[in-house]
């Protein structure tokens, strides 16, 4: 709601026209306008993570702008887009905003039929993104999946790093994406300072999360 409320508060003034100054001696007898029109129709394709939150960074931003909206989820995550989309059209809103559920293929066919395309996914599948909006003259941003690496410096609590890396790299049921780290990179000097393992940490995560669940589990049968 507040990137709604924040897109809806600066639309106009995000969207109203520009005059730039000219410069250089081609410009002086130039006025010069940029003019801000939407694209048609957006198509927005987003991962199975976050799947409410990732169409909603996405999604508002365009209508906002004027532009409908073809939203795609991942195939394994599709009902957070159907009740937004049932939620649009609850509350009376045009009918800008449509969904299509599907695997690979309904994703080359969004990419078809839009005039530009948002992609949020692995780095495979927005290659085939790039390579299909290119071969069209078609605009696209893509945001690549990945993992965020853990610099350990010489001089860092190295037992602390262990636990904070293995927690971060799991936080969320390991969902978080490029959020979370996967990849360690650490100084020679400190390997022989070290006296907790990776492989430790995650075993008192996976031991911790098991407790966690059977006590939950206790609780609803109570």
């Not at 709604?4 to 081609?26: C, M, T, V």
């Not at 290119?134 to 636990?163: C, F």
Request: aromatic share 6%; proline share 6%.
């Amino acid at each position: 709601m507040d990137l709604i409320n924040y897109f809806g508060r600066n639309a106009e003034k995000f969207l109203h026209d520009d005059q730039p100054s000219p410069h250089g001696l081609l410009g002086w007898t130039k006025k010069l306008t940029t003019a801000y029109r939407p694209y048609p129709l957006v198509g927005v394709i987003t991962p199975w993570n976050f799947p409410l939150a990732m169409a909603g960074l996405d999604v508002p931003p365009a209508l906002v702008a004027g532009a409908a909206v073809l939203l795609k989820p991942s195939e394994v995550t599709p009902l957070s887009a159907l009740e937004l989309a049932r939620g649009w059209a609850e509350i009376g809103a045009p009918e800008v905003f449509a969904i299509a559920t599907g695997r690979g293929e309904t994703g080359a066919a969004v990419v078809d039929a839009v005039d530009y395309v948002q992609f949020t996914g692995s780095t495979r599948t927005g290659q085939a993104v790039a390579r299909q909006c290119v071969d069209q003259l078609k605009p696209y941003s893509l945001e690549l999946g990945g993992k965020d690496p853990a610099l350990v410096l010489a001089d860092a609590d190295i037992n602390r790093a262990v636990h904070g890396i293995a927690w971060g790299g799991l936080m969320n049921a390991a969902r978080s994406a490029c959020r979370s780290s996967a990849s360690t990179s650490r100084r020679r000097s400190t390997t022989s300072s070290s006296r907790s393992s990776p492989s430790a940490s995650v075993n008192c995560v996976k031991a911790r999360t098991a407790r966690t669940s059977a006590s939950i589990s206790d609780r609803w049968r109570t």
